[in-house]
Every structure is written in C-alpha cells, then in structure tokens.
C-alpha cells in the first residue's frame, strides 16, 4: 500500500502557493498524475482511487485549517510601537526562509496567522536597534498543551534575529530530554543546521545561493548545553562575531550561573552592545519566585533575573500553556504588586498573549468539555492491587487488564494506520502511572517481557489462516477481541473503509515486530529520539515527570495515565495526549480513573472560563498589572497559590471573589444521618419559598421568584457542608450575602427546585417531581465522600432559571445554536435584576459493581441507589469585566486540605525525578 500521508506532505506546498485549492474534480485530477510521478519516484506501489480521494480528502481538511490572532492585552503607557516604521528597513532573511518550511506542513490560513501573530509580539518587545539607555520588556505568551507553542517561539526568534537582537536565549525545560529536543527543533527550523551531525538540514534547503543567509551561531549542540570549559576552547567573544548567538540552555540554576560566570570574565566590557532576547519555555515551572518577600529569590529565578541585569537591554518572553502561577501567584499587597519585587521580577507587566490554537486541534475541552468527543475515555477500575495510585519507591508494579488492553489497543492502532496508507510514521504509546524512577524502571521490564512474548505469538500464529491462528494462539483471540469491541466499525481515514479481522491479522506481525518500551527518566539510559529513524519508531514511553512539560511523544496514539494529582497546571502538563492526530484521531484512546476524568472534565471548564476571561481583558483594555490584581480573586487562584505559599506556613487565607460565580455542593459528607438533615434543610427551604411567593412550573423544575434572601442564608448557615467543597464553606457564603443586604440593597432571591415538574417519584415539602441523575467519581455510594462527575451538580443552562424565554433569547444571540455558557446568564442578571438564585437539588445516585468475565473485569452499573440533597447559588456578576471585584471573602486553607486534595506529598529529594 502507498504512503498516502509522506504523498500529502509532498503534494500540498505546490497547491499552497495557488493561494486556493482548485475545485474538487481538478484537485482530483492533479493528484492522480502527482501520484504516479511519487509512485515512481519512491518505489512504492500504485496509489488505488480510494487512496487518491482520500488523499484530496486530507490536502482539503489541511487547507481548511484556520487559526484565530488570539487576544493581546498590553500596558499602554509602556508599549510605544516600532515594527511598522522599521519593517522597510529589515531583510527578514531567517522569517522567510523559515516561512517556506512551514507552508510545507500548514495551510497558508495558519501560516499568515503565525506571520501576523509574530508582528504582533515583536512589535511589543522593544526595538533592538534603540542604542539610547537602557530598557527591559516582560511578557508572556499563554498556548495550549502540545498545540504549537514552538512554532510560534522560533518565528518570534527569525524575527528577532532579522530585526537585531544579537543573543537569544531559550530556557528549554528542566530535563536534559526536553532541552535536546528544542535544540533539535530550533536547529532544524531557525539554524538550518544539524548541530549534532554537522550538517545542514531543515530550512537551509530555501536558502539563496544569491543571498545566502548567514547561519546564527549556536553555542549549545543537540547534545550538549552551555558549557564553560568548551566555550573556552572556542576562544569566542560576542564582539568577533557577526551573526546572532544562541544558546539552549536547560532551565538549571547550576547553567545559568556558569553563562553568567562566562560572560562576565570574556564579555563584560561590550554587552550593552548585545541586546539580548531571552525566551522561557514552561515559564510557570521554576521561573516565578515563591519564596517570602522577606527571603531570597529561589534560585533559577534568580539567577534568570541576574543574567537579564548583564544586559541593558533586555527583553524576556515567556511561553506557557499552564498560566495559573504566572498569572495567580500574586504579592499580598497592590503596593507590592505594582512597585515592589513583584514588579521587578518576571510578571508579564508589558503585555499577555493568549494564543488561539488551529481549527483541528484536540485540546482539553474537546476530549472533557460539555461537547466532549465520544470514543476516546476509557476507564480504569482493576489497578488497586497491582498499579495502586499511592505507593513508596519500593513498590514492584504489576499489568492490571486494563493495562494489557491499553497495549493491544496501541498494537492494533499502529496496524490499522499501516493498512490505511500511513507509513514510515511514528507511533508512541504512553505509561504515566508513577513518580518513582524505580518503579517506572520495573514497569518497563514487566511490558518489555509481556510485549516480546506477545510479539513471538504474533510471529508464530497469524500468518495462519484465521480459524488455524485463533484455535492456537490465545493472544490473538484477545486481540481479535479488542479489536471487534474498539476498531471493527472504524473506517480508515484515507483508505474510507473498514478493514476486516483477515486483513489485520495479516498485518499484524510486520506492525507489532518494531514496537519497543523506553522508560523516559533521569535514571533511564534510554533516548526519545526520532529523527534517528527515517522510516519511523514505534515505541511504548514508560515515565512520569519526563513525560510531562514539553515533550513530545510523535504518533501519540494510546495514553495510559494513573496519577493522583488535582493540580491544574500538573494534570494539564501530563496532558501529551492533547495535539494533533490527523488520519487516525478516532483511534486514540485514554485509559485513567473515573476520578481522573472528572478532574479533566473541571479542569477543561476552567481553562475555558480564563480564556475567555482574555478575551474579555482584551475588550475591556485591561493593563496586565489590572489583570494579574483582578485574577487573585478568582476561585482557581485558591489551589494554585496555596500550594506554593504553604511551604512553611501551617494554614493559607485567600481572598475571593463570589461576584459572577456559582458555589456548588459537588462534594457531600456521605453519613446517613447528615444526608437526613441537608435534606430537612432543603425541604425548610421549600416550604419558606412557598410562604412568600409564587410557585411556577418551568422546564427546569419548580421555580418561585422575588423570595426573600433569608432562604438562601439559612440554606448556607445550617447546611452541612463537606469541609473539602471549598466554595460552599458557611462563613464566606453568609458574609457574602451580608455585603449583598447591607451594601447592596439586594433583599430577594430566585430559588429553584430542580428536576421534573412533571413527575412525582420524590416529593419535597409536599411537592412532586422526579430528581435529576448524576453519576459519581468513584461510583459507590459506601465511601466518605459523594463527589460528582465532573465536580459539578449543575447542567449547563440551568442558571438561565428566573429569566424569560425572551430574555433567554436575548442571551443566547450570537452563540449560533450553541450552548450558552452559564456565566452569560449571570451577566445577564447583574444587568437586570440583580437577584441571586438558589437551587435546590435531589440528585439520584447509583453505584457500579466490578464483574469479571475470565480474566476480564468490567464495572457495570446496578440496580442500588441513593437520592442526595444538594444546592448550588448563582451569584449575579462579570467576573471577566473591567471593574475589580467589589466585594472579597476569606477562604481559609490548611495543610491538611492541601495534601488530601493536590497532592503535595511528602518526600525526601532523591525520591524526586530529576535530571542530572
């Protein structure tokens, strides 16, 4: 079969400089006579018509591919613009050149993004060429998890060489793997040389031999960061050299002071000639300085901010996709926020960038959003034994089935991409179920035997017919199983057809017999290195911490991830499954815990909710100092920032803001006698809103207005509410409500009885309706806690509650038929009437028994259930609008708290992963 995916790779640049693809049946036509000349050219076989229309298929979906400007907010008195006067005078010699490559991959809407996107962050650095005094610029650049941050980075760096910057530093990551691989990315796509081989590659294939591009000059190798003792033997002086320089470095205090020492003994004299770029990829990982105002910064960043100081001119520019604590980590004061070591340090003062990502990438709302694609979750329940999450170093790790089928799903995935047309491709599967170096290290020896012995089965039996290799071959049978339960009905993507057990089975050997484990690790010998297979490595990644921050797992097909982590920034990192999986996205599969899933499902919300708190910075003309003060009262900040301010502190008081948010019961304490009296407390509540106003039938449930808003304080003050559900803690609710009667004048409220009117399968103060369903985290009602699904009681929409259907409409314009996230309806009221709403809800709950077939288990649900009292208020407000916060509350956060629900474990240093 023909490679169809290296066909489009090489057809699609000479279509991108047409500007438009030509109608399909000239597309159609073009293609077939370039697949004949490629057939020729690379010996393989004859393209089939299926595989040409698949072929068009894919160049039309890259072509379709857009990619949004993403919103920028700046600090107006510091930013004065320079780029448009210069651009006449620059030859952007590297941006051109590297251009070119990346229409070679992108379609020519996401490259002119990319090029404007560029503009636009140069353009708020300063100018290079400005020689008068000295100047410094800070800003920060937000993307998403694997979605092309280093693109973006290296055509900033093109930029920035073609308009004068003489040295650019890139911190790489904290581990010698990451940096590796973004010098291997930069040599590639800005040096167009191979600094490990030593010889030209990437974009040095559009150099002019006319006007040749002088090569920057890389102090850093693919496999070897700054030294001092080889940056000696060089004999080299920035003076002496005519072109820009750069380093790579590993983002290690140890590193950045040998630079410094360096530039200080051979430099120190002109390096206020040098204006210096220095780029810091993960800046939310070591960058930001923890430590109290009282002591010392933290090394790395001290160290960064001492290397800014040796350059007058200076402009520092962080990439992160996690910007929680850059954003969130704030000072105590404003005052120390807007003039004291806040200030001086590395917060984004100048400007903020948050980066929209193409239209065909997969990211955290699209695997856990409310419109989550089917298909690709699939639960592991079987682990408590051999893969418990919490375990020491000395634990000896086993393969729970739901491992086993993790790996005959990918041994199938890498099948299946080979029949439909994709080789000499990547294929990597992913472990993440430790911290523990050793215990990755075992676990990689356990799959490598399991996998060669499987692999030998494979070898021995299926190249015997069907029914001869399934009646010997015990391993087939399970695979033929796996298969007809996850791939039987999926079409290829060019191939657009299904492809049946004989065909797989035939493939099966020459798929399986190159797959290989690799354990990615400060211990581990083993190298994540593809550019040294040309035709493709197939291999299954064992790690933990190596596995997360940057790096790049090609052909990521198959994720299997058992961490207890409910940090944000730490989940979303480990996230190597977002990205781009073009040809065989409906193939992917992830395997983790239902609890796990459910705090992707939030964490997807939250992600969301701030990136749309940007673009509404954006609109409102919000300073990132305005921002970086309005956010500290934001609810996420509460986790992120007492995980790093409770070093040596015993308790951490936040202050949030409740304006524009929903507090939800998502957590309840499950004890029988406490469930018995929420409820009383709910029926209270049904029994005074009836009282004293009228009760309405509406699609949500029953619904009575203008009551008054003791309700909602009597709710909140007699509840019993489960200390670890934060938001709903009784003393920051009541004097929420306080400030709202006294303050605000505001004496009535909206309650609603959620579920259907209509029925009467639970009754509530005399009044019927059937309860909503939830599902629960860990599905079993016996536990301490019911935690819902996706830490939220509350559907979207239900918030609308109180409000007319014509000013449900009015909300909903220009969302398109989509749905309308419950903040609008919050804005809505703040407008209006003002009114908070209570919601009042009888959740049924079922629970799931674990029933093994053979060897299998698989969890089912069963007929035991419970109905539980919950209640959510909806808080009228913009919490993404120019105005700060009115009203903030104190929630008060311990170390016992912390440990039980972010992981901060405790643990000695050489338990840490570290590289070298």
Known sequence: MADIDAFVDNVYPHLANLGEIPAYDRLLEFVRLQAKSFSLLSGNGPFTEEEIKGAVDRICTRHDTKMGLGALFEDPESYVPWLADKRGEISFLYWNRYKKWLQKKFSGDVVESLDAITDKILDHLENPQKKEGKWERKGLVVGNV?????????????????????????????????????????????????????????????????????????????????????????????????????????????????????????????????????????????????????????????????????????????????????????????????????????????????????????????????????????????????????????????????????????????????????????????????????????????????????????????????????????????LKETWEEEFAGTEGAFAKRRFSWPEVQGQLNASVSTIDVVSINNKSTDRLDYDDYPDGRSIIAVGGLGLSRGLTLEGLSVSYFLRNSVMYDTL???????????????????????????????????????????????????????????????????????????????????????????????????????LADNRVVLEDAVKFADQNARREKTKLGWLWQNVPLEVIEKVAREFKNAPDCLLTTKDPLLEHLSWLKGDKGISFCDVLLKGDPNGDAEHCAGIGFDPIKRSLEDQNLTGKRLTFIKRHVLSRGDEAAGLSPEEIQAVEQGYDGENVPDAEFRRYKLRHHNRPLLILVFASVYSSVKKVVGDKARRERNDEHKVVPAYCISFPGDSTGKKRPEKMVSYTVNKVWLKDNAEIPEYDDDDIEEDG
């Open 146 to 478: 694997q979605s092309g941050k280093t693109a973006n980075y290296v055509g900033v760096m093109c930029k920035a060489a073609d308009a004068g910057y003489k040295v650019i530093v890139v911190l790489g990551g904290m581990l010698n793997s990451l940096r590796n691989q973004t010098q291997k990315r930069i040599d590639f796509d800005f040096l167009g040389y191979d600094t490990k081989c030593r010889k030209p590659i990437g974009v040095s294939q559009f150099d002019d031999p006319l006007n040749p591009v002088l090569r920057p000059f890389s102090m850093t190798s693919a496999t070897q960061d700054f030294k001092t003792a080889l940056a000696n033997q060089m004999q080299i002086e920035l003076e002496g050299l005519k072109v820009p320089v750069i380093l790579v470095l590993k983002k290690n205090a140890t590193t950045l002071k040998s630079l410094r020492d360096w530039l200080d003994t051979s430099n120190n004299s002109r390096l206020s000639e040098y204006p210096l770029l220095l780029i810091d990829d993960e800046a939310d990982q070591a960058s930001i300085n923890v430590n109290k105002a009282e002591c010392d910064p933290t090394r790395i960043n001290q160290e960064i901010r001492e290397l800014l100081k040796m350059f007058p001119r200076n402009s520092y520019l962080g990439y992160t996709a996690t910007p929680f604590a850059n954003i969130f980590i704030s000072p105590e004061s404003e005052h120390e926020m807007t003039d004291g070591e806040m200030y001086r340090d590395l917060f984004p003062r100048d400007f903020i960038l948050s980066l929209d990502p193409p239209s065909n990438y997969v990211g955290p709302t699209t695997v856990f959003g409310e419109n989550s694609e089917d298909g690709i979750y699939r639960e592991i329940d079987d682990n408590d034994d051999l893969l418990p999450l919490k375990h020491d170093k000395t634990f000896i790790p086993g393969l729970p089935e739901s491992l086993k089928k993790a790996i005959r799903c990918f041994m199938l995935v890498k099948t299946i991409r080979e029949l439909d047309g994709q080789k000499q491709k990547h294929h990597s599967m992913m472990i993440n179920v430790s911290r523990f170096t050793d215990v990755q290290e075992n676990l990689k020896s356990t799959v490598l035997k399991h996998l060669r012995e499987w692999q030998n089965e494979i070898k021995s039996w299926s190249g015997l017919p069907e029914n001869a290799a399934l009646r010997e071959s015990p391993f087939l049978r399970e």
């Open 572 to 674: 979303l990192q480990m996230g190597r499954w977002f990205g781009y999986r073009e040809g065989y996205g409906k193939l992917c599969r992830l395997f983790m815990t239902k609890r796990s899933y459910s705090w992707y499902a939030h964490i997807a919300s939250a992600v969301e909710e701030l990136r749309g708190d940007f673009r509404e910075m954006e609109r409102s003309g919000l300073t990132p100092m305005e921002f970086g003060l309005k956010v500290r009262a934001h609810p996420t900040a509460l986790i992120v920032t007492a995980r790093n301010k409770m070093r040596d502190a015993e308790q951490f008081v936040r202050q949030i803001a409740l304006e524009g948010r929903c507090a939800e019961t998502s957590r309840l304490i499950n004890k029988d006698e406490v």
